[in-house]
């Protein structure tokens, strides 16, 4: 089991920038697949970017070229930056994890994210 915190979330104008950070309390968390997802009111989740243990990440069409995944296992944090926000992208951010081990390709196969944060406030106002 690894535990997730969100942190980052908060008010900012369109135009502006942000980074989440989730920071994992796990000894392995370099062998987790690691995502970002979020969730507006009275929509559903949606995935934003999603990384594997190496770095090697994938984007949803609504963030290509504005967000950025990455990782520090070192201090076992992943991050989300996004650039350019629109009041659209205001919803809960959640990160979310799954145990790939030495399998790399689990981050891509499709594969349910199976732990969870609790999630960070992102609010964008025009």
């Known amino acids: 089991q690894v535990q997730l915190v969100e942190s980052g979330g908060g008010s900012v104008q369109a135009g502006g920038s942000l980074r989440l950070s989730c920071v994992a309390a796990?000894?392995?968390?370099?062998?987790?697949?690691v995502a970002w997802f979020r969730q507006a009111t009275g929509k559903e989740r949606e995935e934003v970017a999603r990384?594997?243990?190496?770095?090697?990440?994938r984007y949803a069409e609504f963030v290509r070229g504005r967000g950025t995944i990455s990782r520090d296992n070192a201090k076992n944090t992943v991050y989300l930056d996004i650039k350019r926000l629109k009041p659209e992208d205001t919803a809960v951010y959640y990160c979310?994890?799954?145990?790939?081990?030495?399998?790399?390709?689990?981050?891509?196969?499709?594969?349910?994210?199976?732990?969870w944060g609790q999630g960070t406030q992102v609010t964008v106002s025009s």
């Open positions: 990384i594997d243990m190496y770095g090697s990440a």
């Open positions: 979310a994890a799954l145990w790939a081990g030495d399998y790399r390709a689990r981050c891509f196969s499709g594969e349910l994210y199976n732990h």
């Open positions: 796990a000894d392995t968390y370099d062998r987790y697949c």
